[in-house]
């Protein structure tokens, strides 16, 4: 299994657009192959998002991050972050 943590900050005005867009993709990450597990988690404290990955293994991770539909979403997505998201990888 890999679990992916990823911390986002949206830029100001942007976290719920942001949560949104998440949420629209959560749907589509689960449905693919090798999904287990996608959440999108809000800070109660603060505008930061956190997403929560299971993936059952890197071959899976990998084709999803490779995915045209993918990429064009993190396009999408940087026009919202105030920075780059902080991405760690459980093994």
């Given at each position: 299994m890999h679990i992916i943590t990823v911390v986002i900050t949206p830029a100001e005005g942007k976290k719920d657009a942001y949560v949104e867009m998440l949420l629209q993709n959560?749907?589509?990450?689960?449905a693919e192959e090798g999904c287990v597990?996608?959440?999108v988690l809000t800070y109660p404290d603060s505008?930061?998002?956190?997403?929560f990955e299971v993936w059952?293994?890197?071959?899976a991770l990998k084709?999803?991050?490779?995915?045209?539909?993918?990429?064009?979403k993190q396009a999408e997505q940087k026009k919202l972050?105030?920075?780059?998201?902080e991405?760690?990888?459980w093994q």
């Amino acid at each position: 299994m890999h679990i992916i943590t990823v911390v986002i900050t949206p830029a100001e005005g942007k976290k719920d657009a942001y949560v949104e867009m998440l949420l629209q993709n959560d749907k589509a990450a689960l449905a693919e192959e090798g999904c287990v597990n996608f959440e999108v988690l809000t800070y109660p404290d603060s505008d930061k998002i956190m997403l929560f990955e299971v993936w059952q293994s890197e071959e899976a991770l990998k084709k999803h991050v490779s995915d045209p539909a993918f990429q064009a979403k993190q396009a999408e997505q940087k026009k919202l972050a105030a920075g780059p998201a902080e991405v760690k990888v459980w093994q």
